[in-house]
């Protein structure tokens, strides 16, 4: 069973800790039902409803980043960057990969000041097939 690492805001468990550990060990963006499937292989004693209340918490601390697959599942991956980003996607085999994207930033401010909006926020994911995947 395996219960360290890294921490989790809100109250420590051991099975908040098994959560935040099992989403460092993958790469990949997971759902909270694959991930939860991984914690009983493990032999980790944790329930559906305590791994997507963790994930909430790990959302919305920023630790984590969601994403909505085409069906509308959320997915979760750990952060590996404290700065904003986006990320491209590969639709078949669900790697992603954290970009910077300068050119999306100024024209989100430009859009949101021509409509007079302030304080904005954005999210820019984009779906394609990976190379790898492409020349399968």
Request: hydrophobic share 40%; with cysteine; charged share 25%.
């Amino acid at each position: 069973m395996t219960t360290a690492g890294p921490p989790v805001k809100g109250r420590a468990t051991r099975q908040r800790a098994a959560v935040a550990a099992c989403l460092q060990e993958v790469d990949e963006f997971r759902s909270a039902q694959e991930l939860h499937d991984m914690l009983k292989h493990k032999g980790d004693s944790v329930g559906l409803t305590t791994v997507y209340r963790t994930l909430q918490s790990l959302a919305d601390a920023g630790e984590v980043d969601v994403l909505r697959t085409a069906d509308g599942e959320s997915v979760y991956r750990r952060c590996s960057t404290d700065d904003h980003h986006h990320h491209l996607v590969c639709r078949t085999c669900g790697k992603a990969v954290e970009v910077e994207g300068p050119a999306v930033e100024k024209w989100a401010e430009a859009i949101a000041a021509e409509h007079g909006y302030v304080n904005v926020a954005h999210t820019v994911e984009i779906f394609g097939t990976c190379a790898d995947c492409a020349a399968a």
